[in-house]
Nanobody, 122 residues
Framework: EVHLVESGGGLVQAGGSLRLSCAAS????????IGWFRQAPGKVREGVSCILNGDGTTYYTDSVRGRFTISRDNAKSAAYLEMNDLTPEDTAVYYC???????????????WGKGTLVNVSS
């Protein structure tokens, strides 16, 4: 059975940092592209960052580039999102997702976690 479990969310003041983790099981993690998405209250889910399998190429949405860093540890079947200089606009539920056979992340990815809440206070 496939599982993606996010952790590391919480309440943080603006300017602070958090590190999200995504623990995967039930599939060949090495073969999957991993994405981080977020959904703020009243807004649609959006892509935040993506890391490919193979060469580990990374992508970021403009609003987080330079502040967030995505990484993966295939030996641990885990992915991470290091978030620095957080702002209230980063407040959202953050989800990790996985997909195979693609070179991009999208809302159509095959597997999804249930999310972890990040709340940034001003």
């Amino acid at each position: 059975e496939v599982h993606l479990v996010e952790s590391g969310g919480g309440l943080v003041q603006a300017g602070g940092s958090l590190r999200l983790s995504c623990a995967a099981s039930g599939f060949a993690f090495d073969d999957y592209v991993i994405g981080w998405f977020r959904q703020a209250p009243g807004k649609v889910r959006e892509g935040v960052s993506c890391i490919l399998n193979g060469d580990g190429t990374t992508y970021y949405t403009d609003s987080v580039r330079g502040r967030f860093t995505i990484s993966r540890d295939n030996a641990k079947s885990a992915a991470y999102l290091e978030m620095n200089d957080l702002t209230p606009e980063d407040t959202a539920v953050y989800y990790c997702a996985a997909d195979v056979g693609s070179n991009w992340c999208s809302l159509g990815m095959e597997y999804w976690g249930k999310g972890t809440l990040v709340n940034v206070s001003s």
